[in-house]
């Protein structure tokens, strides 16, 4: 597993891929941050990080596919799935090798966006005058959320060769639990039910966890997810020896 996940990250950092990649996911965070007339920290007043942790889950949309698109679409296309295979490895040492490449990426790309945190820190009247628990509970949010997404983005890339079908499967699956899932929820006329699907989708758990709000329910929740969705993959790859 070390020796796939150590191939994939030096892969990433020895391309121009990631760098872009995760270059757009800080800009675009920091446009709207600073920049948008809607969501920017200046014009809002107040020392806040809301609008970080409300819209980064709409560029981890196209972030994390993009970084996990090639996971096994290019193995696939390129002819060297079962050379893969016939490494000394299982079929789950080589698909959590892969994930925690990408998860790697996905964390390195959320670390820069420290420096915001500083900056609204130092902003604060008085200075300091922060939820500095409530956005560490936001981080962590953001982080499982992040580990859920790059499951969705591996199992996207399993089950085609094309890098670009891998990408726009994996976006939409991300979009269906996140969004969708609260869409459902909302058609439903009973409210019991409702409110069930409600807490099936992504946006209540990770929503609980930005306010600050460690409750166990939540992190099992995207725990459980993320290993259902790394055990569908590791069903889709090996029904190769079917």
């Known amino acids: 597993m070390i020796s796939v996940f150590k191939k994939e990250v030096s892969g990433y950092l020895n391309s121009l891929i990631a760098y872009i990649v995760i270059s757009v996911f800080l800009t675009g965070i920091g446009l709207i941050m600073w ?24 560029v981890f949309m196209f972030l994390i596919p993009a970084i996990c698109m090639k996971l096994f679409a290019e193995e696939r296309k390129s002819g060297t ?3 893969l295979f016939t490494q000394p490895l299982t079929d789950m040492q080589v698909i959590l090798g892969k994930y925690f490449a990408g998860l790697f990426l996905v964390a390195f790309s ?18 300091g005058n922060l939820d500095s628990a409530g956005i560490m509970g936001s981080y962590i949010g953001l982080f499982l959320l992040g580990s859920f997404f790059t499951a969705l983005g591996v199992f996207a890339s399993s089950i085609t060769e094309n890098q670009i079908v891998a990408f726009i499967l994996g976006a939409f699956l991300c979009f269906l ?4 899932v609260d869409a459902i929820a909302l058609l439903e006329t009973n409210g019991l039910s409702g409110h ?11 929503n609980a966890l930005s306010r600050g709000l460690l409750d166990s329910r939540d ?8 290993t259902a969705t790394i ?9 190769r020896k079917w």
């Open 219 to 226: 992190i099992l929740y995207f725990l459980s997810m993320t």
């Open 196 to 206: 069930f699907i409600e807490r099936l989708g992504v946006v209540y758990h990770y």
């Open 81 to 83: 799935m079962e050379l």
């Open 110 to 127: 959320l670390l820069p966006t420290l420096i915001y945190y500083y900056s609204v820190y130092e902003l604060g009247s008085p200075k």
């Open 35 to 58: 920049v948008f007339p809607q969501t920017n920290v200046l014009d809002y007043g107040f020392a806040d990080m809301g609008s970080l942790f409300g819209m980064a889950p709409y």
């Open 231 to 239: 055990l569908l993959t590791k069903l889709v790859i090996g029904s």
């Open 177 to 180: 639990w996140y969004d969708g």
